[in-house]
């Protein structure tokens, strides 16, 4: 008989829709990449957390894939979210950001978003990096549930850790940093792996926190 020839490769930058994944990411490609590749990887590069919880601040009230969608003009409206650059913006740069269709135009979220790159600067000052402050509120892994269920999922918007980084940077004049949105947070950046137990991203997700160096 002759071979059975072997399944088609997904497209490129197209993903493998054969894998078993958390279900909130199916809803485009770009989601799906995203869960794939970031979601739950540990992250300690300064600017890619200042990022995350700015992007995590303008997610409020929306939705995921939403900021998704506009990030690269997310990036490129906040200079590539470096933090000396944004904290120098004045109110000229409010009015273009204001005027910015691409992007989450709310003026509160604007301004936290420059006020909070210089509170970042400030924590890099006092702790070496704004990572080695972040990476403080992980939670101990006998904190963390034996096995990620969808329903188990469901019930996780907030936890003690990120109660106590929302309440850490509040004191430090942050802002948009809720409880929810820094478990958000949180779960993007690695200080947490929610990918549910037969998720197939999981185990690369626990790898590589198995490598990382912590802050």
């Known amino acids: 008989m002759p071979k059975k020839p072997p399944a088609p490769l997904p497209p490129p930058n197209q993903p493998d829709t054969s894998l078993k994944r958390c279900p909130w990411c199916a809803a485009s490609p770009l989601y799906t ?11 300690d590069d300064d ?5 995350k919880i700015c992007l995590e601040g303008f997610q409020a009230g929306l939705s995921w894939q939403t900021i998704l969608n506009k990030r690269e003009s997310f990036r490129r409206a906040f200079k590539n979210f470096d933090m000396k650059k944004v904290a120098a913006f004045d109110e000229n740069d409010i009015t273009r950001l204001l005027g ?3 992007i989450v135009r709310h003026r509160g979220k604007i ?7 210089a509170r970042a600067i400030e924590l890099r000052k006092e702790f070496g990096s704004l990572a080695a402050f972040i990476w403080q509120f992980e939670p101990p892994h006998t904190n963390r549930p034996k096995k990620m269920t969808l329903e188990i999922l469901r019930t996780m918007t907030t936890s003690p850790e990120s109660i106590a980084l929302s309440k850490a940077l509040k004191k430090r004049g942050w802002s948009f940093v809720g409880p929810t949105t820094m478990y958000a947070f949180m779960q993007s950046v690695g200080l947490v792996n929610d ?3 037969d998720c197939s991203a999981r185990a690369a997700a626990l790898a590589a926190r198995a490598g990382f160096k912590k802050p």
């Open 33 to 43: 990449q995203y869960h794939d590749t970031e979601w739950g990887i540990p992250v």
């Open 111 to 117: 301004v936290s978003t420059i006020n909070n790159a």
């Open 195 to 197: 990918h549910l137990h």
């Open 100 to 102: 910015d269709a691409d």
């Open 47 to 51: 600017r890619k957390l200042y990022e």
